[in-house]
Structure formats: structure tokens, C-alpha cells
């Protein structure tokens, strides 16, 4: 991303707990941003996970949401497709808005929403079936398709977007649990994009891959930001830095920092964060 290109973060959740300092606002860039979240709180029953997160994540970018384990990045990945609607007890207050749209408004469709923001697992999952079938699958059941011609060519475009059809194109018809560890998370990936999303959320995608494997993921969230808004989730300090414009810091449920990922992890405004990238805790 040029660096005269910028985003905004702010929060209302007051001092860090360890810096004391205020998280500081940046100036966006030209147009609307694809996610706005607001005086966000998030409860599992009584305890709150998340407080007062407020993030603006702009088209076309990957974010990096980088952290400790604990420290509520996944459950903020996850109530962007309100995936944590499943969890007995849960609860949001607060907006979150896709295009201006916000998505736990009561006349929400959920079954839209997972459409237009698909989901990458840290664990590869793919179903026991055929890759052509894997890929397949959403188109099947979200009726997208009107043509064994036209769900064909989706699969194969939807595979060449996950930089998986050279390996597998010539055995489409093969389970997809005899691919290796990094072709199955791409065939997931693949997955996702075939029923076209507008927003990609990615748990930890790579953290259980080979370095080779690692890459061609890296490369290929790259290649992907051109088409999507990419939200991603890593324990990787050299993965945040390498694949994303923009990282925020979160520690104990709150956004303590957030900005471009080259700030971020040359001169962060926080001593936080700078801790926390340098290695000094974590």
C-alpha cells in the first residue's frame, strides 16, 4: 500500500492497560470503508470479550489482526459473519456495518450475510467428497448456478483463483482428502470464493502448514486483495508484516493500537505494541 494511502482506528475504551496512552485516529482513505465497526461489545453471557471496538477496514486491503491467545481477535473475525451467533448466550452491542448495512439489524438475511463474507478455518476442512464436489458445494446449495456447464466453469475459475487448478485440474474427481495439508486449505479457500464473496475472513490460515505451503498461502492473499477485502487473524508477526497493508494490536478484548502494518512494526505509537512486536511478551 503507497504510504500517503492511510485508514482510520479510533476507540472509546480509554488507556491500554499497560501504556496509558490513547489510541491515536489517522486520516482515511478516498470513499466509504467496506466494514465500519462502532462501539462494539461483545458478551459470552455475562463476560465481556470485546469493549468498545470501533475499526474501519477499507475495500481491497488485508488487515491483520495480530495479538496474544485470548485477547478476542477470532471472536472479532467471527461476529463479522456473525458466526458467533451459534454460542448460546452470546451478544453484541454496538454496529457493525457492511456497505453502510448493519448486519445484526433484526430483517438481516444470515444466510446472505455468509455468502457475501465467506470464512477460511486455521484447520483445513475439507468435506469427504470429490474436490470438483468440494468447491462445488455452495453453489449447489445456494442455487447459483443454472447449468452443469455453468457450475463447471465456476469450479475451475474458482480453483485458478485459489492457484490450485495446475495440481488438481486433471483429477477433479478424486477425494479431496488425499491432497496434501496446503492444497487442502487452498481447496478451502477455493471453497469460499466460489460463491463470490465481497469479504474474506481468514483464522489463522496457514499456522498449521509447511514453510513452502506457508508461502503459496501468503502469495496468494496477495494475489486476492486485488478482487476482496480481506480480514485476517495471525500469531505470525513476520506473516502479519509480510501480507497485510494494515494491522491492529489487540490486547485483553481491546483495540490498543491500530495503523499501517509498516508503522505498526517500525514505529508504533504505543509501548504496547511496540512490547508485543518486539517480541516482549506474547
Same mark, same amino acid.
Given at each position: 500500500?503507497?504510504?500517503?494511502?492511510?485508514?482510520?482506528?479510533?476507540?472509546?475504551?480509554?488507556?491500554?492497560?499497560?501504556?496509558?496512552?490513547?489510541?491515536?485516529?489517522?486520516?482515511?482513505?478516498?470513499?466509504?470503508?467496506?466494514?465500519?465497526?462502532?462501539?462494539?461489545?461483545?458478551?459470552?453471557?455475562?463476560? &465481556?470479550?470485546?469493549?468498545?471496538? $470501533? !475499526?474501519? *477496514?477499507? @475495500?481491497?486491503? %488485508?488487515?491483520?489482526?495480530?495479538?496474544? =491467545?485470548?485477547?478476542?481477535?477470532?471472536?472479532?473475525?467471527?461476529?463479522?459473519?456473525?458466526?458467533?451467533?451459534?454460542?448460546?448466550?452470546?451478544?453484541?452491542?454496538?454496529?457493525?456495518?457492511?456497505?453502510?448495512?448493519?448486519?445484526?439489524?433484526?430483517?438481516?438475511?444470515?444466510?446472505?450475510?455468509?455468502?457475501?463474507?465467506?470464512?477460511?478455518?486455521?484447520?483445513?476442512?475439507?468435506?469427504?467428497?470429490?474436490?470438483?464436489?468440494?468447491?462445488?458445494?455452495?453453489?449447489?446449495?445456494?442455487?447459483?448456478?443454472?447449468?452443469?456447464?455453468?457450475?463447471?466453469?465456476?469450479?475451475?475459475?474458482?480453483?485458478?483463483?485459489?492457484?490450485?487448478?495446475?495440481?488438481?485440474?486433471?483429477?477433479?474427481?478424486?477425494?479431496?482428502?488425499?491432497?496434501?495439508?496446503?492444497?487442502?486449505? &487452498?481447496?478451502?479457500?477455493?471453497? $469460499? !470464493?466460489? *460463491?463470490? @464473496?465481497?469479504? %474474506?475472513?481468514?483464522?489463522?490460515?496457514? =499456522?498449521?502448514?509447511?514453510?513452502?505451503?506457508?508461502?503459496?498461502?501468503?502469495?496468494?492473499?496477495?494475489?486476492?486483495?486485488?478482487?476482496?477485502?480481506?480480514?485476517?487473524?495471525?500469531?505470525?508477526?513476520?506473516?502479519?508484516?509480510?501480507?497485510?497493508?494494515?494491522?491492529?494490536?489487540?490486547?485483553?478484548?481491546?483495540?490498543?493500537?491500530?495503523?499501517?502494518?509498516?508503522?505498526?512494526?517500525?514505529?508504533?505509537?504505543?509501548?504496547?505494541t511496540e512490547d508485543y512486536v518486539t517480541g516482549?511478551?506474547?
Amino acid at each position: 500500500m503507497p504510504e500517503s494511502a492511510a485508514w482510520t482506528a479510533t476507540t472509546n475504551a480509554g488507556p491500554a492497560p499497560a501504556s496509558g496512552a490513547a489510541l491515536a485516529a489517522n486520516a482515511a482513505p478516498a470513499g466509504r470503508p467496506k466494514i465500519d465497526v462502532d462501539r462494539m461489545n461483545f458478551y459470552y453471557g455475562p463476560r &465481556r470479550a470485546l469493549e468498545d471496538i $470501533a !475499526l474501519k *477496514i477499507y @475495500p481491497n486491503q %488485508v488487515t491483520a489482526l495480530i495479538g496474544p =491467545s485470548g485477547c478476542g481477535k477470532s471472536t472479532f473475525l467471527r461476529s463479522l459473519n456473525r458466526m458467533n451467533d451459534i454460542v448460546p448466550g452470546a451478544r453484541l452491542e454496538g454496529s457493525i456495518r457492511i456497505d453502510d448495512q448493519d448486519i445484526y439489524a433484526p430483517a438481516v438475511d444470515i444466510v446472505d450475510l455468509r455468502r457475501r463474507v465467506g470464512m477460511v478455518f486455521q484447520k483445513s476442512n475439507p468435506f469427504p467428497k470429490s474436490i470438483f464436489d468440494n468447491v462445488a458445494y455452495g453453489l449447489r446449495i445456494n442455487r447459483l448456478v443454472r447449468s452443469r456447464e455453468e457450475l463447471r466453469g465456476r469450479v475451475e475459475a474458482s480453483l485458478k483463483s485459489a492457484a490450485l487448478w495446475n495440481e488438481v485440474g486433471d483429477r477433479l474427481h478424486t477425494s479431496a482428502l488425499a491432497l496434501s495439508g496446503g492444497q487442502q486449505q &487452498r481447496l478451502c479457500i477455493a471453497r $469460499a !470464493l466460489a *460463491i463470490e @464473496p465481497e469479504i %474474506v475472513l481468514m483464522d489463522e490460515p496457514a =499456522s498449521a502448514l509447511d514453510p513452502i505451503a506457508t508461502q503459496r498461502i501468503e502469495e496468494l492473499i496477495y494475489e486476492l486483495k486485488t478482487r476482496y477485502t480481506i480480514v485476517i487473524v495471525t500469531h505470525n508477526m513476520q506473516q502479519a508484516a509480510r501480507v497485510s497493508d494494515v494491522t491492529a494490536f489487540f490486547w485483553l478484548g481491546r483495540v490498543v493500537e491500530c495503523d499501517r502494518t509498516k508503522k505498526i512494526f517500525t514505529n508504533p505509537a504505543e509501548k504496547l505494541t511496540e512490547d508485543y512486536v518486539t517480541g516482549r511478551f506474547g
